[in-house]
RNA sequence: GGAGAGAUGGCAGAGCGGCUAAAUGCGUCGGAUUGUAAAUCCGAUCCUUCGGGUACGGUGGUUCGAAUCCACCUCUCUCCA
């Protein structure tokens, strides 16, 4: 796409600014969107499943584009997929997986929204996010009347092609009716909220696409509507590696699910040929600034990793908590002491003062799943108590390790990974 | 509907009566190096009350002894119709 042209309009600063930042991979049509946006503000959404309680930093990409979309003017809708998480995407999937209750789903997506509330101002002015469920209208469906509408505009023979469908069907995997269905729901979601919102523009990942084209197909056959589709690009560390992995978990937005030391850490420990990348997807710090930056060289560039991380931070987790995780880790790793801001797990009462051995406090901890692997990493040289090497597989922490002004006792795995164990 | 092949640790994939808690690779976790980076190198990698206990799709059986042999069941794949 071509940025060279003028935009004489300021709705299109959102498209310039996303291709700049590196949100944008794929457009159904860029000049109709220009024009669009040109002609005012825009309504697009992004669908979010309910499979889990908390979106990862899979999800923060779109999350920061849906940002900016709204700063530039436009008004954005989150849509929860409260009714399509019933049926679950069976894209990208070799199995049909199991059916989540409603109960879950409704917890689920609790969790998820506290997330889009740091992100994006929900209220009725023009620019205000909007928060919508598919449930709303799709538990109401006629099935009668949802054949005839929608049904109709759809060709099996088209979906067969589809790639998931046709890997399943080849494999003479079992593709249930139900996960068949799903592409007409998440289609017919578009048409749904371009009617009841004036949803224009449909954005999500680059395994969206298929998804997207089918609503906009939708939108035109049934009300004539023109309707847009952009998504972002799949998002992976320069040496490959799949993106969200920290701490041995994936890398969860929510507090509660991912401690905020561990979450700074994250970004802080981004690969170099990253930095100016990630700067430019996940700060809102101008162009220039990101990529000089990103072209530190050397030691320099950690600069570039403490701005990332706390301008992250600052925005998934809030002003204090950037500052809190920043000075952890400034005393942790700077000057070997003991932050009372890292994460902090509540050893079982009394245990501590009855005396805990080191390979129960490291599982308490949360730092090894079984006492087996504490006694691998005692025996690799790995398990700190209070910063010194345990070397006995059966020490025994005591009240005389809690440190007064934490009230804690500090263990770590390796040299990255602390946790203050409360007595 | 007919004929074959297969199901092994987080994954991929050897093993085909005892030496097999099960090769190898990937992943993961430590260590070294370094800049809390990448790359590289080294080590570890079921649980345990440290006696043992679980484990090779499921259930029985043969055997002193089975992931390995037999029967049935479940699921998957390939070829033919």
Known sequence: MSTEQPLSHAQSLFLKEAFARGYLHQCTDVEGLNKAFAAGPVTAYIGYDCTADSLHVGHLMNIMMLRLFQRTGNRPITLMGGGTTKIGDPSDKNEARPLLTDEIIAANMAGIRTIFDRFLRYDDSPTGAIMANNADWLEGLNYIDFLREVGRHFSVNAMTKMDFVRRRLENEQNLSFLEFN??????????????????????????????????????????????????????????????????????????????????????????????????????????????ALGQAEGAAINEGKKVLALEAMRLCRGEAAAEAAAGAAATTFGGGGVSADLPRV??????????????DAFVAAGLAASKGEVKRLIKGGGARINGDKVEDEDLQITAADVDADTGAVKLSSGKKKHVLLVA
């Open 182 to 291: 799903y592409m007409i729901i998440q289609g017919y979601d578009f048409l749904e909220l371009s009617r009841r919102h004036g949803a224009a523009l449909q954005m999500g990942g680059s395994d969206q696409w298929g998804n997207i084209v089918q609503g906009i197909e939708l939108g035109r056959r049934i009300d004539g509507t023109e309707l847009f589709g952009l998504t972002v690009p799949l998002l992976a560390t320069a040496s490959g590696q799949k993106m969200g992995k920290s701490a041995g978990g994936a890398v969860w937005l929510n507090a509660d699910k991912l401690s905020d030391f561990d979450f700074y850490q994250f970004w802080r420990n981004t690969e170099d040929a990253d930095v100016g990348r990630f700067l430019k997807l996940f700060t809102e710090l101008p162009i220039e600034e990101c990529d």
């Open 346 to 359: 509540q050893a079982p009462a009394g245990a501590i003062e009855a005396g805990m051995g080191v390979q």
